[in-house]
């Protein structure tokens, strides 16, 4: 293949990583060789290869064996041209190169995966005021809160919703600057920055941005240079009246080793939750996976009471329940059968098995604490009277019941209390319950709320 017939199937790949991306990394790539399973570009600085290895490589491989060749590795080169009728290019023209790759018009921002739309996110309880705020975001028009800090535990959507906020803004005003990235990679760049000797360019460039929404923040605690080049992004765009959107695994408050100054302009716009997923969110999630897999499908049965099932029994996290769901898909498939609850028990017997797992102390300690109204603290505290201990023991109890930890396992997250205390409580619950209605009543719902 030449760089000429590169240069024609290379369009392909703007479908897969976004026009922003296609322009600042992929059409300046020029392919030097490929030959005995190795394609080999020129790019005009190490720095710029770096990057496309990690975030685009992938792409291109699949890109080029999908064109009919036959590729193992990709390669980056600066300015090196070692094969190919192309001349090696001038130092002027290598200096070019670099300058344009800093430019301004050049984005730097991570691909956007074309699946997180709006369309493609389904909204329950948990996840309608993070959703609504994104919209609301993604219009575009003013800027009413600033930050917009989207937080919550892992694969409850943050980023969906981070790239469905691209997607719109990029269909609603092309006009406006959007850059999204995560935290890690704006480390990354800030580093090569201060290694190149580009970091007025590299403020510039972050400064010059409409919109910038980054990615996993919490990376950035402890990292003392990129926090305060991050703080001085933060203040210039605010300045500017420009929006940033944020997102963490925790709430800004939680973020240990983050400045408080950041902290603290990180907390003045608004802060949204996105909650653990409940039953009815699952359960829409799954129908509309099952939507989209029936078509690809086609002719593949699910039977009645599957995706209930699923929506039950795997409450981790939306990515493992996708998985689950693609698995069971493609399974069934290859098997040619309808897809039943034996099937999905049979073939998701190992994800099934760590969902089961996933209850832990300290949630049964929080929804306890919750219920009775007491604090988490007085769970493991010293606190004997009745109003304290009773909870406890449930907490002991259901801890006992609902996860396979040992009574000394329960007893050390118990305040480092003794194996034969945690015994006496579970007993004594056991007891309570067969004289008093209102706790076994308590237990249940209590059972139930735990386990989605
Ligand atoms: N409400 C939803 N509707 C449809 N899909 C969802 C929803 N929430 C999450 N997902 C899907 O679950 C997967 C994980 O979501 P995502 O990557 O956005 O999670 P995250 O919160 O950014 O997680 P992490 O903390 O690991 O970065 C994605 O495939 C996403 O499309």
Same mark, same amino acid.
């Given at each position: 293949?030449?760089?000429?017939?590169?240069?024609?199937?290379?369009?392909?790949?703007?479908?897969?990583?976004?026009?922003?991306?296609?322009?600042?990394?992929?059409?300046?790539?020029?392919?030097?060789?490929?030959?005995?399973?190795?394609?080999?570009?020129?790019?005009?600085?190490?720095?710029?290869?770096?990057?496309?290895?990690?975030?685009?490589?992938?792409?291109?491989?699949?890109?080029?064996?999908? +064109?009919? +060749?036959?590729?193992?590795?990709?390669?980056?080169?600066?300015?090196?041209?070692?094969?190919?009728?192309?001349?090696?290019?001038?130092?002027? +023209?290598?200096?070019?190169?670099?300058?344009?790759?800093?430019?301004?018009?050049?984005?730097?921002?991570?691909?956007?995966?074309? %699946? #997180?739309?709006?369309?493609? #996110?389904?909204?329950?309880?948990?996840?309608?005021?993070?959703?609504?705020?994104?919209?609301?975001?993604?219009?575009?028009?003013?800027?009413?809160?600033?930050?917009?800090?989207?937080?919550?535990?892992?694969?409850?959507?943050?980023?969906? $919703?981070?790239?469905?906020?691209?997607?719109?803004?990029?269909?609603?005003?092309?006009?406006?600057?959007? $850059?999204?990235?995560?935290?890690?990679?704006?480390?990354?760049?800030?580093?090569?920055?201060?290694?190149?000797?580009?970091? !007025?360019?590299?403020?510039?460039?972050?400064?010059? /941005?409409? /919109?910038?929404?980054?990615?996993?923040?919490?990376?950035?605690?402890?990292?003392?240079?990129? @926090?305060?080049? #991050? #703080?001085?992004?933060?203040?210039?765009?605010?300045?500017?009246?420009?929006?940033?959107?944020?997102?963490?695994?925790?709430?800004?408050?939680?973020?240990?080793?983050?400045?408080?100054?950041?902290?603290?302009?990180? @907390?003045?716009?608004?802060?949204?939750?996105?909650?653990?997923?409940?039953?009815?969110?699952?359960?829409?999630?799954?129908?509309?996976?099952?939507?989209?897999?029936?078509? &690809?499908?086609?002719?593949?049965?699910?039977?009645?009471?599957?995706?209930?099932?699923?929506?039950? %029994?795997?409450?981790?996290?939306?990515?493992?329940?996708?998985?689950?769901?693609?698995?069971?898909?493609?399974?069934?498939?290859?098997?040619?059968?309808?897809?039943?609850?034996?099937?999905?028990?049979?073939?998701?017997?190992?994800?099934? *098995?760590?969902?089961?797992?996933?209850?832990?102390?300290?949630?049964? @300690?929080?929804?306890?604490?919750?219920?009775?109204?007491?604090?988490?603290?007085?769970?493991?505290?010293?606190?004997? !009277?009745?109003?304290? +201990?009773?909870?406890? &023991? /449930?907490?002991?109890?259901?801890?006992?019941?609902?996860?396979? *930890?040992?009574?000394?396992?329960?007893?050390?997250?118990?305040?480092? *209390?003794?194996?034969?205390?945690?015994?006496?409580?579970?007993?004594?619950?056991?007891?309570?319950?067969?004289?008093?209605?209102?706790?076994?009543?308590?237990?249940?719902?209590?059972?139930?709320?735990?386990?989605?």
């Amino acid at each position: 293949m030449t760089n000429e017939t590169w240069g024609q199937i290379r369009e392909g790949l703007i479908n897969r990583v976004g026009k922003n991306n296609y322009v600042t990394w992929i059409e300046p790539l020029k392919l030097s060789h490929m030959k005995n399973g190795v394609a080999r570009f020129e790019v005009p600085t190490t720095f710029f290869g770096d990057w496309v290895q990690r975030n685009f490589a992938d792409h291109i491989r699949s890109h080029l064996m999908t +064109a009919g +060749a036959t590729i193992d590795r990709i390669e980056f080169a600066v300015g090196t041209l070692t094969a190919g009728p192309r001349p090696a290019p001038r130092p002027e +023209a290598a200096k070019a190169a670099r300058v344009r790759a800093a430019s301004e018009d050049e984005l730097p921002g991570a691909p956007l995966d074309a %699946r #997180f739309t709006f369309d493609s #996110f389904v909204v329950g309880k948990p996840n309608e005021l993070a959703h609504a705020a994104a919209r609301r975001v993604a219009e575009g028009d003013t800027v009413t809160f600033n930050p917009l800090f989207l937080y919550g535990g892992v694969g409850l959507g943050k980023t969906h $919703l981070m790239h469905a906020i691209a997607h719109e803004l990029q269909a609603r005003r092309p006009d406006l600057r959007v $850059l999204y990235l995560s935290a890690e990679q704006f480390m990354y760049r800030f580093i090569q920055a201060l290694r190149d000797k580009q970091v !007025m360019d590299f403020k510039s460039l972050f400064r010059s /941005v409409d /919109v910038l929404m980054v990615d996993d923040v919490q990376f950035i605690a402890g990292k003392d240079s990129t @926090q305060e080049e #991050f #703080f001085h992004t933060f203040n210039a765009l605010v300045d500017q009246n420009k929006q940033i959107v944020i997102s963490a695994d925790r709430a800004p408050g939680e973020i240990k080793d983050l400045e408080e100054r950041i902290r603290s302009r990180l @907390q003045c716009g608004l802060v949204v939750d996105l909650h653990p997923t409940d039953y009815e969110l699952r359960l829409g999630i799954l129908q509309q996976k099952a939507d989209f897999y029936r078509e &690809q499908y086609r002719g593949l049965v699910i039977a009645d009471g599957v995706l209930e099932f699923l929506a039950h %029994r795997i409450t981790t996290n939306v990515r493992v329940l996708e998985g689950a769901l693609t698995r069971l898909f493609a399974f069934a498939s290859l098997v040619g059968r309808e897809i039943t609850l034996d099937l999905a028990q049979d073939c998701l017997a190992d994800i099934l *098995r760590a969902s089961d797992r996933k209850l832990t102390i300290e949630e049964i @300690q929080r929804k306890v604490a919750e219920h009775y109204n007491v604090r988490l603290s007085d769970m493991i505290g010293p606190k004997r !009277m009745r109003t304290i +201990a009773r909870p406890r &023991q /449930v907490a002991m109890y259901l801890a006992k019941q609902l996860t396979s *930890r040992s009574l000394p396992e329960i007893g050390r997250r118990f305040g480092g *209390r003794d194996h034969t205390t945690i015994m006496h409580g579970v007993r004594k619950i056991e007891e309570l319950m067969a004289i008093d209605s209102q706790l076994a009543d308590d237990l249940q719902l209590l059972k139930r709320l735990l386990q989605g």
